[in-house]
């Protein structure tokens, strides 16, 4: 066991699936140029060394480097492309969507494209066109799965699972959760390092992981979300509240199964979500909990999220723009009312 | 396509080409005909006139060489090797389909053959091109693939980033670029300043080839040049192939956007008609050859129709299948 | 009053508001080709003649043109661009989302851009990537106006409305509804014909219409399926069923008042959508009602939407892909029993 | 920089080019020093460097003429008028800065001054200048457009399609590449195989020119040829200005990823010494008046400062405006 931050976790988990499997290979820009980064966030840093010949750093030209993903995982092999920032995904939605996800559809199930995406998100004092939650764009995309981490163990057992799944598996990550380190630090971070324990394991990419139990009421949440939503909860239980605390980390598809147990025993729930509310991923995730487990549910689901705005620079604003613990307590204590 | 060419080659060669690019031909004429006559759903893109480019390119290429393909991808996957049974099937929906009906015309193809499922997002299939060949370049195999784009495909990003990542890092990729002159209804002097679209290879350091799209040999001879090229790790190569297609671009289209004495030009010099002209000239093939050629590919036909037309349609449980691996 | 489609009256509206500010002008791939279809699907038909230096052809290049449209509009122009299939926004994601969605945000409130987008959707027989509803990527996207036009008169209206906002609006098209003529006409087209009355008029952007009153149940769609939740209250109305069929229109904002006082009378929702169900409009819809309306509710809001796969090509999955009126009637069933 | 072509021009528009370049260090070099310290928000990337390719174009603008910017505006802010004021407060997250602290570094712009706020998405911001361009042409006004972005941009497919539509409606947009040799820690050469940034103009058929970006008056120069092209409907053109960034791409950036002989060679050669140097031939230019600049820069750096750090941060009620007009 050795305790990890999820940069170091992705990197390991990565090393060993590249040193497991010749097929794969990293792809994406600045991820292996000696004397840089590892990528924004330090996770590939230093893989050139192991890799010489599958690190593929690539011009800026995203969606150029997502359809080239695509051909090589068709052509066998297994990619996982690094977008610097979520946002970027943007710039390659449509190799994704119209390629990634559909080829195998489209071919009468004769293709199939084992790729592996990697998007940062998160609101960390950059301004609007390197803050969004793009998360909300794929969920729901056939033939794509969706995970997003939250501790440098799901983050290294995701990773390798997402490298041997078959498909199209975009993985988000928090900008703020990372734990990068030295110049690449990030300001605001929370602690998601996590023991690894040594030697192969990997994490379902279809299961949420409730990381807190109680009957009062289900808060879920994602990424930084899933952190604050447990800490909102602690100071709930100093009031006598208690909250399930369920990280839904597989967001496509949702694991109704664990969000379902917890719904029966709370009947009350709180989504937690970083991004604009309208339109977001908990827009599915309550329409879904309401027609699934609408008997027992006490109250209509509250989704507790940004405004509907771009995100904002000024610290002030931005801080406002993220959901905090104080938000999700309020919401929990309107929910019991 | 000079009739000295014409004589470095074997007698079957030269006739098979004729025969894949009748097949074309022919495949198309009646596949226009079923759709006019409302008996086949969907929308189609033709080829009729460009059949040369398909098949050169394609000849040039060993079964497990590869090619991406377009909106208009009946044509190459023809050339390619995929059955005109299988496609038919696709075309009308059947669930023994080259890809079980989920695709349909658009989205033609069948990677046993060598050839991915067409692409109908102009431009789109151009970065996955350059991934193949970075595949078969990591993996060290002698493939090459080669992808089919449409002068029109030229102005889209996807190209520019394709084109661009193939080029430094040397990869097995011969861009080929049918230039029939049109984008849809727009002529391509519309929207680039150039006289010639393989000028664009200079953006990206490699080297760009204009060749007569209508001459089947030509055609071959320099996508011949252009694989050994790549295969040899000298890729990629542009190769810009102007030629003209004598249909509508979709549907009952009536071209009146095209001059009409262009098209009269044009359809006089259809690459079919042109290389019988030039086979006739050798001391060992007569019209009668190709006569023979054509009833056998009518033949063909036919009898693919029939099968397309009897072929099972998918069940309605089949729409939940084959989105995950 | 004459009676028009609306392919028609997209065009008269374009035509009066060019005609109207100077400032107006249109954007696309084959627009405006003399000999050519006037955009795929003849609404700019024959527009060249009447304003040739304000039809502005472009290369196949979405990115490029949606940024064009964005940077001349900050200058003061009013673009009208028509994208061929809405598949193609995907194309122009990054454009549309960083740029013409959030450059007023970015700047402090100093620069507006007024645009109007304009792109047909839904399944028509031509395979998966010429086929998606694409609304789903746009609701709810701070910055920008959605709506969705199903009759003639609301197209003619809320494109003159569109033209005449300072922000950039989306507004969505069906290919089955245009009533395109001649040889692009539509297999499987819709009546969507208006009486159009002379003169000016314009629809607001932020209203639903209610097509048909009754108070058994709420039945929401849009575009198609629109047409296709009016057709079903009709067998409905036959067994005794009255249906409150509301066009929802606008869908960003959502027309909370016209809804709600549906939902208020018929404590009963049907949300119709064409499209994938996770993830699509009507989560956000769903969410939204149950946030609100959630005393007036009987039974869960019931999503009647498409299954999570691409859209298939043989016309018998295609058929099933589509919600059709049997399977609104027995969601309607379901939710009376 | 020949001390012949500094004759050519007057006293006071030469040292006003000096100041403008001290200003955008000055400014950049405060700004990295409150970065460090941790009282300033956000990340910043800045250009050292690189004022000269910033002053020389802005200075061959009219105040109605326009640019748009990148990630790393500061310089072109300030080249173009923004007033160092509206820019610190907006760095520091006031509301009265230039875009309300809604902005921030990366987005930095002002209207008014004939600057968009900058598109930080790379390649992002280019076809916007070809759609001002566009309303500049429509509108029949005489101005211009200037779009900055660096030699990674050029990869991008936005580069691609925003330069060739310029091209083929002969916008008055001048494509101004600041080639600094690197496009975050990736060197251009692995990225094209081209030997200049300015060949790619023959793939869109404009001119292109490759400039020295280091020296202002070249550089000051080639953008008036250039804007005057523009308005003479001759537009659109490429300019490659070569310079280099004496500092991280961002943040604390240590650049271990450029060698440490270039880095030193670059920074002797950095374009404000250098225009110094020359300036100093002048019989009417001494020492002493660039001192004199300098200190009064550093008075209005150190009072903007102020202002900035002083200014009174957004209310939260302010999240929720400026969405829509
Ligand atoms: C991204 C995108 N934009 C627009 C279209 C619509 N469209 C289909 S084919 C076509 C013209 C393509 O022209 P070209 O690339 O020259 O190929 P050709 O049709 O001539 O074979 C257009 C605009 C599309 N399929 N994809
Ligand atoms: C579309 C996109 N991809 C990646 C990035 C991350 N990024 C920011 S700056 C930069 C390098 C840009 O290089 P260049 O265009 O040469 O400009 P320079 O930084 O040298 O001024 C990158 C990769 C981005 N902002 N946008
Ligand atoms: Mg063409
Ligand atoms: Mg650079």
Redesign the pocket.
């Known amino acids: 066991m050795k305790r990890m931050s999820i940069a170091e976790a992705l990197r390991e988990g990565i090393a060993e699936e590249m040193a497991r499997d010749e097929a794969v290979f990293c792809i994406g820009e600045d991820i292996s140029v000696p004397g840089g980064w590892g990528g924004a966030f330090t996770v590939t840093l230093g893989l050139e060394k192991l890799f010489p010949d599958r690190m593929i750093d690539t011009p800026i030209a995203e969606a150029g480097f997502f359809g080239v993903s695509v051909g090589a995982a068709v052509m066998g092999m297994r990619p996982i492309a690094d977008v610097q920032y979520g946002d970027f995904l943007l710039c390659a939605m449509d190799q994704i969507h119209s390629n990634a996800s559909m080829l195998r559809y489209m071919s009468g199930g004769t293709v199939k494209v084992p790729m592996v995406m990697r998007a940062p998100v998160g609101a960390t004092g950059r301004g609007a066109q390197h803050a969004r939650s793009t998360e909300r764009f794929f969920v729901g995309t056939p033939g794509i799965k969706v995970v997003a981490v939250s501790t440098a163990y799901d983050a290294k057992g995701m990773l390798k699972a997402a490298v041997r799944d078959d498909n199209p598996v975009m993985i988000f990550e928090h900008k703020l959760l990372y734990g990068s380190k030295g110049a690449r630090a990030e300001s605001g971070a929370v602690d998601a390092t996590s023991e690894i324990p040594e030697g192969d394991y990997t994490v379902p990419l279809d299961k949420a992981a409730v990381r807190r139990e109680g009957s009062d009421v289900t808060i879920i949440g994602w990424l930084l979300m899933a952190h604050l939503a447990a800490s909102a909860a602690e100071s709930l239980a100093a009031e006598g509240v208690e909250a399930d605390v369920i990280d839904a980390r597989s967001l496509s598809p949702f694991d109704y199964d664990t969000i379902g147990a917890s719904v029966r025993k709370t009947g009350r729930v709180v989504i937690v979500e970083e991004g604009p509310k309208t339109g977001g991923v908990s827009a599915e995730l309550a329409a879904g909990i309401a027609e699934r487990f609408s008997d027992s549910l006490k109250a209509p689901v509250v989704r507790v999220a940004s405004p509907d705005v771009p995100v904002p620079f000024a610290p002030v604003l931005e801080n406002a723009y993220r959901p905090d613990p104080p938000r999700i307590i309020a919401a929990v204590h309107g929910l019991m009312r | 396509m000079g009739t000295d060419t014409i004589k470095k080659y074997e007698k079957e060669f030269l006739l098979g080409l004729y025969e894949r690019m009748f097949l074309i031909r022919e495949f198309e004429e009646q596949v226009k005909f079923l759709f006019l006559e409302g008996v086949m759903p969907g929308t189609i893109?033709q080829c009729q006139g460009q059949e040369a480019t398909a098949v050169g390119v394609c000849t040039a290429l060993n079964n497990d060489d590869f090619i991406t393909s377009?909106?208009?991808p009946h044509g190459h996957a023809l050339a390619k090797g995929v059955s005109p049974e299988s496609m038919l099937i696709e075309l009308f929906g059947g669930v023994t389909g080259c890809c079980k009906g989920k695709g349909g015309s658009m989205h033609i193809g069948d990677v046993d053959k060598g050839m991915l499922p067409a692409i109908?997002?102009?431009?789109?299939g151009i970065p996955l091109a350059t991934g193949m060949g970075l595949a078969f370049k990591m993996k060290k195999t002698p493939q090459v693939v080669a992808t089919f784009?449409?002068?029109?495909?030229t102005s889209?990003g996807a190209f520019h980033e394709g084109i661009n990542m193939a080029a430094i890092w040397d990869l097995p990729v011969v861009f080929v670029c049918?230039n029939?002159f049109?984008?849809?209804s727009t002529h391509v002097n519309k929207v680039t300043r150039l006289k010639c679209i393989a000028d664009r290879a200079a953006g990206y350091g490699i080297r760009g080839e204009t060749v007569d799209g209508n001459d089947v040999l030509a055609v071959y001879e320099a996508a011949q040049t252009a694989v050994q090229e790549c295969r040899d790790g000298k890729g990629p190569v542009l190769l810009e192939l102007e030629t003209y297609?004598i249909t509508g671009?979709s549907r009952r289209d009536a071209c009146q956007y095209q001059p009409k004495e262009e098209r009269e030009r044009w359809k006089n010099n259809e690459p079919i008609g042109a290389f019988g002209r030039v086979l006739v000239t050798r001391d060992d093939v007569d019209e009668g050859d190709l006569e023979a050629i054509r009833s056998q590919v009518e033949q063909t036909v036919v009898s693919a129709i029939k099968v397309g037309r009897s072929a099972p349609e998918p069940t309605v449980a089949d729409l939940l299948t084959d989105v995950y691996a």
């Open positions: 893109h377009t909106h208009r109908a997002i102009v431009g789109g784009f449409g002068d029109g495909a889209e049918e029939n049109y984008g849809a297609r671009h």
